[in-house]
């Protein structure tokens, strides 16, 4: 295992260090319990609190700020974040309007922010993202899991909340946007768990993991390595069959990078998936090329498309200055 | 070879149709010769061009737009541009002011530039940057190779040009800049490219490159895994005794991941890094961190260092529209 680590025991610590000290204009790294939240609270301002386990940055932490979270908390890597976490994260950013959860399905991670949202005293709500169309049920789920669509939630929804949407509308909002956004991902290689020293799964010189979950859960069949243009079209087959974007639809499309794989692919991905909606007549409104939830140092990448409406349009072009999502501003 | 590739001689061809299909808005693809440009042009500024081989993105293509660069050669992969996409780039761009040409020091590279700035009819000077410590003289270079520090004199000169200044105040700036900016990186992984279908070159389980060149060229040892913090000291050990910043220098830290290295490493290398300067009573002003002089999926990062006064310090936190940098705007 080689990475930049000093301690196993500490990467999680140093790595939030580095990350809050880099930040410092934007967040502020709170210890026992761990969360990062926004430097500068907005009165009355619905709070988006977010978490899952560490390994996927810059999901979640590298979203808080205006416009998107309030919020995160990280748990070690590929576990949850605990109930405390929450708690006292959902106290910290509260400016009276009461705490949206946006949970990506995990089991651990679900149980635990239910229990956080039982036992907070504050009004809250959740929204629970689910849109990876590969397997229903998987290692660490019940149901669909929750993958990159988490940031086209939390940028939309964050949007929306910072224009004084209330909590109701906030989550009504939030389960519109999950239910028009599907993902599915691939995998190249595995990865390796600081804590655990050894690769997550094996997989062969040419084979590769279609259906890949970001903590290298099995996927709907491991296969030969073959082109972009194929890979992307068993991915986008999955994610139009459980979309079913109609005529004239407009998607945002996301191409996201598991780790490993460099930008310059990444962009190849996207011209793949941009022939292959194109042939069907669908367009592609929105734009997003890059690694933004992460499988540690795995290889490979997953495509998400959400079938946008005129509000959702508006609200993914709003200004957001987090650390690693800015524009606007 | 696991690549997101249809067929390895359209892999620059597929890779950058993409690019610029996600970045319409920013930048128009010229197809033979191969160049990136900005959109929109504005009249009488001295226009930026780059380039440089394919591999290391977002560099140069994710810096063409506002505040940054004008336009981007792309070589194929680890291959320098030629002259003819350096003459038509400066050619396209011209707005009245010249062409200052940014060139990263490696053999072909600033020989093609060399021919581009002597065969075009348009004004022009040259930057030359030379920030990588590590060596003097390299597989491809004579004298030291230019690296991330790219990064930081695009968008200092490019802030620059928009204000008006004229070639030589741009010429001149870029060469204060170069010579205030200093790096060094360390491999992890190899890298493979494309063509070739096999590793750049062999490295052990439990080895690393100190000094490597962002084409895999060998650096000033090979030596077993370290912790981060004996890495980040290896390398400010080096930047520092280069660079030599006088008592109350205050630092832009760009922590550089060199593509197949997590951002969650990357943020606790920069932990590292700030701990050392700390002690050493050198005050970090600025912070990047991200994968933007890459390897194609190489693990391991770079460290860069600049010493800011404050016209560096304005024209970094300036407003800056890129595919790949984006603030203020």
């Not at 908390?73 to 006292?88: E, K, L, N, R, Y």
């Not at 949206?100 to 039982?118: H, I, R």
């Not at 595995?190 to 970001?214: M, N, Q, R, W, Y």
């Not at 082109?227 to 994610?239: F, K, M, P, S």
Request: with cysteine; aromatic share 6%; net charge negative.
């Amino acid at each position: 295992m080689k990475k930049f680590i000093n301690h196993v025991d500490d990467f999680l610590t140093e790595s939030l260090a580095g990350f809050a000290a880099a930040h410092g204009d934007l967040v502020v790294l709170n210890h026992e319990p761990v969360f990062v939240r926004r430097k500068t609270l907005k009165p009355g301002k619905v709070a988006l609190v977010s978490g899952g386990g560490s390994g996927h940055e810059p999901l979640h932490s590298g979203f808080v700020g205006y416009g998107m979270l309030d919020a995160a908390c990280p748990g070690q890597v590929f576990t949850s974040p605990t109930p405390d976490q929450m708690m006292a994260a959902a106290k910290a950013v509260d400016t009276g309007a009461g705490t949206l959860f946006v949970v990506k399905n995990y089991s651990g991670d679900l149980m635990n922010f239910e229990m956080a949202s039982e036992m907070s005293e504050l009004p809250n709500a959740m929204v629970l993202i689910n849109d990876d169309v590969a397997v229903e049920n998987s290692s660490y789920t019940t149901g669909r899991r929750g993958v990159a669509g988490a940031v086209i939630v939390e940028k939309l929804v964050g949007s929306l909340a910072e224009t004084g949407a209330d909590l109701e509308q906030c989550k009504a909002f939030g389960d519109r946007i999950n239910k028009h956004t599907a993902s599915m991902g691939v995998a190249f290689s595995s990865c390796t768990v600081p804590a655990a020293g050894t690769l997550t799964f094996k997989i062969g010189d040419d084979e590769i993991e279609v259906g890949v979950g970001i903590h290298g859960e099995p996927g709907r069949r491991r296969t030969r390595f073959a082109a972009a243009d194929a890979i992307a079209a068993e991915l986008l087959t999955a994610i139009v069959a459980d979309l079913k974007p109609g005529n004239g639809s407009e998607l945002l499309v996301l191409i996201n990078g598991l780790g490993g794989t460099p930008l310059g692919e990444l962009y190849l991905l996207f011209n793949s998936t941009r022939s292959w909606l194109h042939q069907r007549g669908l367009a592609i409104a929105r734009v997003q090329v890059g690694s933004l939830t992460t499988s540690l140092e795995m290889a490979g990448a997953s495509i998400t498309l959400c079938v946008l409406d005129d509000e959702m349009k508006r609200h993914w072009d709003s200004p957001v200055h987090t650390p690693s999502l800015r524009w606007g501003m």
